[in-house]
């Protein structure tokens, strides 16, 4: 399952040895590397090798390779780093800098800083808005499931 690489994507320069990457794992379908500007040492980022730009990009057979390529890094920077616990996330569009799909992975230790640094609190304004809002996304799912069957 695999897609071109995009000419001026600079993981996939890294995918291809192109360019300078510090790889710590990799396999048929994925790739993981040190983040070059790292939330805290050992902050690494699990990329497909094809080029998709986010997650809903991603075709579903490649689900399973990134996401244990993900666990296991998990598993890794924490025995690796004596880190209490990690913070894994992916930015799809808004706030993602480089547009080919990588979930990040972020030793995380606690009181180190980084409690609530981007997850402002914006409640719902009554349990009405909870609810259409519930019942929107609710809908949605069902409706892209079936359309997968
Ligand atoms: P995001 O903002 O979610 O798209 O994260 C992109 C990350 O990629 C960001 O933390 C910095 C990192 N990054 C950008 N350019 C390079 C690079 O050339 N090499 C490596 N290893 N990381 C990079």
Redesign the pocket.
């Known amino acids: 399952m695999d897609k071109p690489a995009s000419g001026n994507c600079?993981?996939c320069k890294?995918v291809a040895r192109d360019?300078p990457?510090?790889l710590v794992y990799e396999d048929e379908e994925t790739v993981a590397?040190?983040?070059?500007?790292?939330l805290f040492p050992g902050?690494v980022?699990v990329s497909p090798r094809g080029h998709y730009e986010t997650l809903s990009d991603l075709p579903a057979p490649m689900i399973e390779p990134l996401f244990a390529t993900a666990q296991l890094l998990t598993k890794a920077v924490e025995a690796a780093l004596k880190a209490e616990g990690t913070f894994v996330?992916?930015?799809n569009r808004v706030?993602?800098?480089?547009?080919h799909l990588?979930v990040?992975v972020v030793p995380r230790r606690r009181k180190d800083g980084l409690k609530g640094f981007f997850w402002p609190k914006n409640p719902y304004r009554d349990d009405e808005e909870r609810e259409s809002i519930r019942v929107a996304i609710e809908q949605t799912a069902r409706d892209l499931k079936s359309r997968e069957l």
């Open positions: 600079i993981f890294i360019a990457g510090s590397f040190l983040d070059l500007q790292p902050h980022l996330a992916i930015n706030s993602q800098s480089v547009p990588h990040h």
